[in-house]
């Protein structure tokens, strides 16, 4: 397992998986502050690209930093940047899921030359100041009533989105574009492989400062692909419709039948989507 040492001396672990000489996709995952494993190898496209799949601060196999306040989303951008120099790469493609996209959105405001191209999977903007709203998900939610579970699920899930109630496991799935034993087995390790005191801190004060960041990502030149899942509630197409607007060159696109993971949801569909935009013109990227 190849790991690198962070500015502040934490030391970091990446899981490379996959095949093909292209230079590594970095993968930067949510969560927030989920160990990298449960993005598997992206439902098979580590089969078309070798993946750099990044354990943040205090998850999977990475340290625990001696300051806790660094698991905050803007301070872990130096941890992102240390990983490009450990890979060895002029400018990269990056791929980020979920709360990851944050992370991956301060980065390229400060780094904008080193993003080659810049992938956001179901990634709802908060560095944007543009979080997924309770009605956004109930919304969401109610397209999933034909589902079996749907009927004990709901008022659960409702009354969660609320703030009115803890996070319940009758909510799961509604993350999931279809609930089988695939998506129960998915999130049933969820608890394990997250940092939840971690998770906290990611997005606490001043982890995010939307006006700068949308201020710099005005300017970069890298294509960004923002990927929705239609069944989403966080975010759901239109939010992400309007993310891809922050971009000068950014797209949408909506993956039918997705929920968070759409990964798991049709592996094919989202492995060729991700390729082709990968692979679209001649960019370079690597070293």
């Known amino acids: 397992m190849p790991a690198f040492t962070a500015p502040d001396g934490t030391r970091l672990a990446y899981h490379l998986r996959g095949e ?11 969560g927030p502050m ?3 494993a449960y993005l598997g190898d992206l439902g098979g496209l580590g089969r078309r690209r070798r993946l750099a799949l990044l354990d943040l601060r205090g998850t999977g196999d990475s340290a625990v ?19 490009r120099r450990e890979l060895g790469l002029e400018r990269m493609d990056l791929l980020a899921h979920s709360a990851g996209g944050s992370l991956a959105m301060r980065y390229a405001a400060r780094y904008p ?13 908060r560095a944007l100041g ?28 409702r009354a969660w989105s609320a703030g009115e ?17 695939t998506a129960a087995a998915h999130a049933a390790r969820d608890e394990a492989e997250t940092n939840e005191h971690a998770a906290d801190v990611y997005g606490s004060e001043g982890a995010y400062d939307p006006p700068a960041t949308r201020a710099a990502l005005a300017g970069l030149t890298a294509p960004v692909l923002v990927l929705a899942g239609e069944l989403d509630g966080g975010p759901r197409p239109g939010l992400a419709r309007r993310t891809a607007a922050a971009f000068p060159h950014g797209e949408c696109t909506v993956q039918p039948g997705a929920g968070h993971y759409p990964w798991l949801d049709d592996p094919e569909w989202f ?17």
């Open 271 to 287: 492995t060729d989507r991700v390729t082709r935009f990968l692979t679209a013109g001649d960019r370079p990227h690597g070293s």
């Open 34 to 36: 989920r160990a990298s």
């Open 65 to 83: 930093p001696a300051d806790p306040a660094s698991y905050r989303c803007d301070r872990q951008v130096d941890d992102v940047e240390a990983l």
């Open 20 to 30: 093909g000489g292209d230079a590594p996709l970095v993968v930067l995952p949510g």
């Open 165 to 181: 109630a803890d996070f319940d496991d009758a909510v799961l799935p509604f993350f999931y574009g279809r609930w089988d034993a």
């Open 113 to 125: 030359e080193r993003v080659a191209r810049l992938v956001l999977v179901t990634a709802a903007p």
């Open 130 to 157: 543009m979080p997924a709203t309770p009605e956004d998900r109930l919304a969401a939610a109610r397209l999933r009533a034909g589902e079996p579970w749907f009927e004990r699920a709901f008022p659960v899930f």
